[in-house]
């Protein structure tokens, strides 16, 4: 069964004054069909947890490790994380001039399943996983989210984790910016994911709006750079009625 | 493409639409064309068809002291059944016809050279092979013109390969009769060192179809003037172009569509790759449509790619109207980089670095490839910017 765990991460970026310590010492197991949530006020260091999961170069890990079935992460380039099976949904995809949807998916799948995907099969797969995500056909020609809507780019996120099958899904911040139809739509896709059973996921959000679409197995404070506090399903609801403050409490909260 | 916010330092993508009574494309140089060269002062750098180019590095074609050696280039001629090719003295009336030397350096050409290669395709001939023209640097410096005549319905490609090693000034002149159908593609893939500075100029006929394509690859420095103007009405200009600037190369471009007559169409669209440190590509499209050319329809495009740090681009696109009765005009530039972000994105996909840059470069040249018509150049084209790619991660 696969598992990520994460201990004891630290990890710094560089600021004018120097490097900055960001995440303070993360510990988290994630197993295959199992969702965590995790939450926070902004600032708190969520996306940079993600970030530095799929490798951004922008961010440097000073201490602590991170495994996938016992394989090291850390050690992995970006490419390499990706084919491992880790997957990144991003809040802010990129624009890729000049590269058409159909082009990256298939080249992105190619080098995940190590071997071009059948033309016939690989057609019908991308259709069907589009039509449920109520995208026009129009959209594989476009190029990578340029000129994308922030729902369109979303959608987008969701198509790839739909076809890129990962044993952990890392969601950063996908409900942020969307309407409630569109946020419906996303999290039908993800669910669809996570009932193959064969997906750990981990669900960054600041809203506890998502997981009304999203039922998550354990819910995870972050606050300051680590997991202050970690419960239930029932977690998520006390933050709903009472936000962060109780634990942002002294200004620890950047 | 990303516009706006992926515009890389150093770069600009200036443009304008002039609504004038007096052309700006003509005042802006700083002498009227001439066949003499004795009419344009040596230029100084200052001037606004000099300003992006680096003199220094034009081995004396500007200032009368680069001097034809014996081993300029060798000319090579190789056309189908049918076609005319000969070799001809200065005082043939051919030559000269399609336009007249706008810069010093196309003066230079024009009277330094002593004889020119004229290629003519009969009228209502129609070829189903390429001729293939081989301009083969010899490492010295030349002084060269050529004319290519379609008679009127001659249907004619025209393939011309610059390679080796030379200091080259030359002049080409595309002569379209009534009807006829000409695609040139113009191929700079020459040797590091190679210096070039051409200008082409296009007469198109009534009702003839005249498409261009300029590659450039190869050079130090690459300085190219394709021009258009038409005979007549009911004609065609497509002028597509490919470059891809490496480290320390200067490619230029400067275009200039004349819609001197009425009822006539042209399309422009050049795109350039650069990577490395001072490469520089310039790109300057000109479009006039002058008083009396009514239904013109016309539009330019120029897209760059940054690969890396230390390129730059300067686009200027021109688009300078005297009439408004046209059926369309417009222009476009933008430069874009592939930048860490992107290149972040595609690697957390899955693709491998050296994939995911070829991926974009590919991606950004493929439909401007297409257009070309012709597969054979079309495939070495794919292979040539895969070459390209591959020394540029090597």
Known sequence: MATLEIRDLHVSVEAENGAREILKGVDLTVKQGETHAIMGPNGSGKSTLAYSLAGHPKYTITSGTVTLDGEDVLEMSVDERARAGLFLAMQYPVEVPGVSVSNFLRTSATAIRGEAPKLRTWVKEVRETMERLHMDPAFAERNVNEGFSGGEKKRHEILQLELAKPKVAILDETDSGLDVDALRIVSEGVNRVRETGEVGTLLITHYTRILRYIKPDYVHVFVSGRIAESGGPELADKLEAEGYESYVKGGVSA | ?394
């Open chain 2, 1 to 394: 493409m990303a516009e706006a916010q992926n515009i890389p330092a150093g770069s600009t993508t200036a443009g304008a639409i002039a609504v004038a009574a007096e052309s700006t494309v003509a005042t802006r140089m700083s002498a009227p064309p001439s066949f003499d060269v004795a009419d344009f002062p040596v230029p100084h750098g200052r001037e606004e068809e000099w300003r992006f180019t680096p003199l220094e590095r034009l081995a004396g074609l500007h200032d009368g002291s680069a001097v034809a050696s014996g081993d300029g280039v060798k000319i090579a001629v190789e056309a189908p059944e049918g076609v005319t090719v000969e070799t001809v003295g200065r005082d043939d009336a051919r030559i000269g016809r399609a336009g007249t030397p706008v810069d010093r350096v196309a003066a230079q050409a024009y009277t330094s050279f002593e004889q020119a290669s004229v290629v003519t395709v009969p009228k209502e001939t129609v070829l189903t092979e390429p001729i293939r023209i081989a301009v083969h640097g010899e490492g010295g410096v030349a002084f060269a013109h050529q004319v290519i005549e379609l008679g009127a319905f001659a249907e004619a490609v025209v393939v011309i390969d610059h390679t080796g090693d030379a200091v080259l000034a030359d002049n080409v002149d595309y002569l379209l009769g009534d009807g006829a159908k000409l695609t040139v593609v113009s191929v700079q893939d020459w040797d590091d060192k190679a210096v070039h500075v051409a200008q082409h100029n296009a007469l198109v006929g009534r009702d003839a179809s005249f498409k261009s394509v300029v590659v450039t690859f190869g050079g130090d420095l690459v300085r190219l003037h394709p021009r258009v103007s038409y005979a007549a009405t009911g004609g065609e200009a497509e002028l597509f172009g490919l470059y891809f600037t490496d480290r320390g190369q200067h490619q230029e471009h400067r275009l200039l569509v004349d819609h001197n007559n009425p009822h006539n169409k042209s399309n422009a669209v050049y795109k350039g790759a650069l990577q490395g440190e001072n490469a520089h590509a310039v790109w300057i499209g000109d479009v006039l449509i002058r008083v009396n050319a009514e239904g013109t329809d016309t539009y330019e495009m120029n897209r760059n790619l940054v690969l890396t740090d230390g390129a730059r681009v300067d686009s200027v696109p021109n688009l300078e109207i005297e009439t408004g009765e046209i059926v369309g005009a417009g222009h476009a530039s933008a430069t874009g980089r592939f930048d860490d972000e992107q290149l972040f994105y595609l690697m957390a996909r899955g693709i491998p670095e050296q994939e995911a840059r070829r991926l974009v470069v590919r991606g950004f040249f493929a439909e401007l490839v297409q257009q070309i018509g012709l597969p054979d150049v079309e495939e070495r084209l794919l292979s040539k910017i895969e070459e390209e790619l591959e020394a540029s991660v090597a």
